[in-house]
């Protein structure tokens, strides 16, 4: 019984005597915190993405290097060492996860800003290719309006001259309006910003709805009359065309846009456009010079000069 108490006490006291010997120089607990903590260092990555912790684990592996140098228990030491070791883990690891969270993130960055551009250059050439198709219109609706005017604006002169022996009637005139002739279209392409929501803009829309207004206008008045009926016609049924099935989807961007106006044309007068009164009816004529306050007619009340 004795016997066995004196060997409990003895082991004990080596315990004791372990506990509070001094760490010896290449001492393997610290040598394996120290490597760690090194690689730590020497990591770019844990130098960029995990600064914090990397300085925390080489702080605890001083602190045991001070505590070693001044003589401090050897458990102590290792404590510290051991979780210098940890904490220089945890910084690679954590340097290792936020590396690849970053370079997710650039990765995405980089695909949202190529479709962007991608979207911004579709919407440019779709904007330049309806904008000269919408010139195309309007060209094709001049010449057409050109040609219909060669052809009916002789025939109406030829039909004022008098007949051989036809009785005229005079006719008082109530109403003479000169006109100069169709406006010119200037059109150009510049930059602006786009709101779907605001606006609902259908630029095919407003295409075939020039095309139509213009053909519809052109069959008003007579002569020259019916190419101003045709310009106002073309910019009524773009602008109705326009908001036909405009998307609501609050899209905004950026895109170029065709802008057109039309200015008068100067010069003398093409024609006049001249209202009389016959036989109590009222009667309109296109003449190539101004009237006075009668006219002549003949008997259906048809101008003659």
């Known amino acids: ?56 684990a080489a702080d605890t592996m001083r602190q045991a290097d001070d505590l070693a140098t001044r003589g401090g228990g050897a458990a102590e030491v290792h404590q510290l060492a051991s979780l210098a070791r940890q904490r220089a883990t945890v910084a690679q690891q954590l340097a290792r996860a936020r590396s690849d969270e970053a370079a997710m993130l650039a990765q995405r960055k980089a695909t949202d800003a ?58 008082k005139v109530t109403y003479v309006r000169a006109v100069v002739g169709p406006p010119q279209q200037r059109c150009w392409v510049e930059p602006a910003v786009v709101d779907r929501s605001a606006s609902g803009v259908n630029v095919p829309g407003a295409i075939v709805g020039g095309v139509v207004g213009g053909i519809i206008g052109h ?11 045709t310009g106002v016609g073309v910019l ?13 989807d609050g899209l905004v ?18 024609y006049w456009d001249v209202t009389y009164v016959f036989a109590g009816r009222e009667h309109r004529a296109q003449m190539t010079a101004p009237p006075g306050a009668i006219i002549l007619v003949n008997a259906q009340g048809e101008p003659r000069v």
Not at 36 to 56: F, G
Not at 131 to 143: G, H, I, K, S, T
Not at 152 to 170: K, V
Not at 253 to 270: A, H, I, L, M, N
């Open 1 to 56: 019984m004795l016997r066995n108490s004196m060997r409990s006490i003895s082991m004990l006291a080596a315990f004791a005597m372990a506990g509070c010997a001094s760490v010896l120089p290449g001492d393997p607990v610290m040598e394996d915190a120290r490597l760690s903590v090194n690689a730590a260092r020497n990591n770019p990555q844990v130098v960029s993405y995990a600064p914090v912790e990397l300085a925390q």
């Open 114 to 171: 190529q479709l962007s551009a991608d979207l911004s250059r579709r919407q440019a050439e779709s904007a330049q290719m309806q904008a000269a198709a919408a010139q195309r219109e309007a060209e094709r609706a001049q010449r057409i309006a050109s040609s219909m005017r060669t052809d009916a604006y002789s025939p109406t002169i030829a039909e004022y001259r008098r007949r051989d022996n036809e009785r005229l009637y005079e006719a």
């Open 219 to 229: 069959q008003i008045g007579g002569g020259r009359g019916q190419d101003v009926a």
């Open 236 to 248: 009524g049924g773009a602008a109705v065309g326009a908001n036909v099935g405009s998307a609501s």
């Open 253 to 270: 961007y950026s895109q170029d846009v065709q802008r057109c106006e039309y200015v008068p044309t100067s010069g003398p007068p093409d």
